[in-house]
């Protein structure tokens, strides 16, 4: 979406834009799209477009996570 003249957007910008325009923060694990359930957690804009380490509670439906912290991977 945000792609210009060939050049690869900023991944943080480019996500923290997709939110902007309606779209949810997600956490992707080995290929597992995972929904976050709190979507008003700070560390979600913090950490937009980067590898993190997630602290949080899988949902029952196996699909949504209730995200405690995010930290920079390492």
Known sequence: MMASGGKQPDPKDCTLACVKGGSKFVFVSNGTTYQIANQDLP????????????????????????????????
């Open 43 to 74: 560390d979600l804009k913090t950490y937009a477009g980067s590898a993190v380490k997630l602290t949080g509670d899988l949902q029952s439906d196996g699909k949504t996570i209730k995200a405690e912290k995010l930290e920079p991977a390492k």
